[in-house]
């Protein structure tokens, strides 16, 4: 119950499509999502995050989607671009577990040129 | 944003030895940080939670005799392998969050890669 399921594992788009990442979770306890990214070789940043009280929150050219009936939250990226590449990870906490964050299992982002 | 700063950030060391690891948040203080383990390819798993001033709590199947935790003081926890085998070379991450102003974001380090010949 404390898994985050994530995809899909890999993800190749052309430069300026719609970059699309899913995850599912069922602790229903979970009330914030944060989305990371990570570079090779270097620790992951935060790039957006949802709490349950909105369905959706854009930041730039990223957004999330909140579904709380369906427990699934979703990171698209528009005009993505080769910069964009990287690892993506989705994950969850509980307001009780404060900042003890279960991740996705990630998504290799490649934008080709 | 704020600063959290790991050292080394690469460390290459014989089976059988200890190895110590620093996780220091730069710009701010944290009374918790935690810290990760990655695989190649793989997800963060929680290894532990550092509490400043008290013992860290360790996940699951986490051996808390073979990596150690302190944390001495509001910006820096350690992590020491010890006697560190081939199966624990890894990518090992801390995070913190700001005690101030707190939204929940939690900073990540950089990473230390620790390779165990």
């Known amino acids: 119950q404390q898994q985050v399921k994530q995809s899909p594992q890999s993800l190749i788009v052309q430069k300026g499509g719609i970059s699309i990442i899913n995850c599912a979770y069922e602790?229903?306890?979970?009330?914030?999502f944060p989305w990371y990214q990570q570079f090779p070789g270097k620790g992951p940043a935060l790039l957006i995050a949802?709490?349950?009280?909105?369905s959706e929150k854009k930041e730039g050219r990223f957004t999330i989607s909140f579904n709380k009936s369906a427990k699934q939250f979703s990171l698209h990226i528009m005009d993505s671009q080769p910069g964009d590449s990287a690892t993506y990870f989705c994950?969850?906490?509980?307001?009780?577990?404060?900042?003890?964050?279960?991740f996705g299992t990630g998504t290799r982002l490649l934008v080709s040129p | 944003g704020a600063v959290v700063s790991q050292h080394p950030s690469w460390v290459i060391c014989k089976s059988g030895t200890s190895v110590k690891i620093e996780c220091r948040s730069l710009?701010?203080?944290?009374?918790?940080m935690f810290w990760y383990r990655q695989f190649p390819k793989q997800s963060l798993m929680l290894m532990a939670t550092?509490?400043?001033?008290?013992?860290?709590?360790?996940e699951q199947g986490v051996e808390k005799d073979k990596f150690l935790i302190n944390h001495a003081s509001l910006t820096l926890s350690t992590l020491t392998v010890t006697s560190a085998h081939p199966e624990d070379s890894s990518f090992y991450i801390c995070?913190?969050?700001?005690?101030?102003?707190?939204?929940?974001?939690?900073?990540f380090g950089e990473g230390s890669r620790l390779t165990v010949l």
């Open positions: 995070s913190a969050s700001p005690l101030a102003g707190n939204t929940g974001e939690l900073f």
């Open positions: 949802i709490r349950p009280d909105v």
């Open positions: 710009d701010f203080q944290a009374t918790t």
């Open positions: 550092s509490n400043e001033g008290s013992k860290a709590t360790y």
């Open positions: 994950a969850a906490s509980t307001r009780s577990g404060f900042q003890k964050l279960v």
């Open positions: 602790n229903t306890a979970f009330d914030y």
